[in-house]
């Protein structure tokens, strides 16, 4: 294994995991120790390889952390890297340091609804809401590119633009996404907003895949419930 080949098959299965979440899976199931060895070694002869420093780590997930880390060391802008120790940050709920890394994945060129809804996610749970719902809205519409109409605001005068109808198919990011900031702007009392999100989360995750969305829908449903009240809608609620 080369060392540009290691780097061109590590943005390939960068591209894939984003397109099918159960490549990496997959490969790791194979449990493909040429590919461990070839890549140990493709390392062994030219440290400075990012890709082959990021295969190993999708490879060998505990030590995840230590190959992704090798390779930022080797180059720091190297998106597929940074989204992935980010992610590692985050799922233990380390959010500054998530932050940090997924801040720096954005100025890299990030393009995928996945990794705006978790940047946006962390960011809301920190509190910077505004920053998080700029890439929420960002999320949704990386999530349903045929949509036309939505914009980068999170102003909820201008939110309003991001209504179009959903289209796509098995795409849960784009209902988590709306699922989020109509919390957000719970949060906020922006109750208009809130209402328009939470219509747009269930017709996102009714059209998404999946029994889990089912839940989520529910929650959906109970904080468009909550919403009507303190409007005043007790009707509709």
């Not at 801040?103 to 809301?124: C, I, P, Q």
């Not at 900031?181 to 209402?195: G, K, P, R, W, Y």
Request: aromatic share 8%; charged share 20%; with cysteine.
């Amino acid at each position: 294994v080369s060392s540009g080949f290691a780097t061109d098959f590590a943005n390939f299965l960068w591209d894939c995991s984003h397109t099918s979440a159960g490549v990496l899976v997959e490969l790791r199931s194979a449990k493909n120790k040429v590919l461990e060895t070839a890549l140990l070694k493709a390392h062994a002869e030219k440290a400075s390889d990012p890709g082959a420093c990021a295969v190993l780590a999708w490879l060998l997930p505990q030590q995840a952390k230590k190959w992704f880390e090798l390779s930022l060391q080797a180059d720091g802008g190297y998106l597929p890297s940074l989204i992935g120790l980010a992610d590692l940050h985050r799922e233990v709920n380390e959010l500054e340091t998530a932050t940090r890394l997924y801040g720096l994945a954005f100025r890299a060129g990030m393009s995928s609804g996945r990794d705006f809804f978790h940047f946006g996610e962390v960011l809301t749970s920190r509190g910077r809401r505004s920053e998080g719902r700029a890439q929420l809205l960002r999320a949704l519409s990386a999530s349903n590119p045929s949509s036309q109409s939505t914009t980068l605001s999170s102003s909820s005068s201008s939110s309003s633009s991001t209504s179009s109808p959903v289209t796509g198919g098995c795409n849960s990011y784009r209902g988590l996404a709306a699922l989020s900031l109509a919390v957000s702007f719970a949060i906020d009392q922006e109750h208009d907003a809130t209402l328009r999100y939470c219509d747009l989360a269930v017709a996102a995750l009714q059209q998404s895949c999946g029994t889990a969305n089912d839940n989520k829908t529910r929650i959906v449903e109970a904080l468009r419930g909550i919403t009507l009240f303190r409007c005043g809608r007790f009707l509709e609620s």
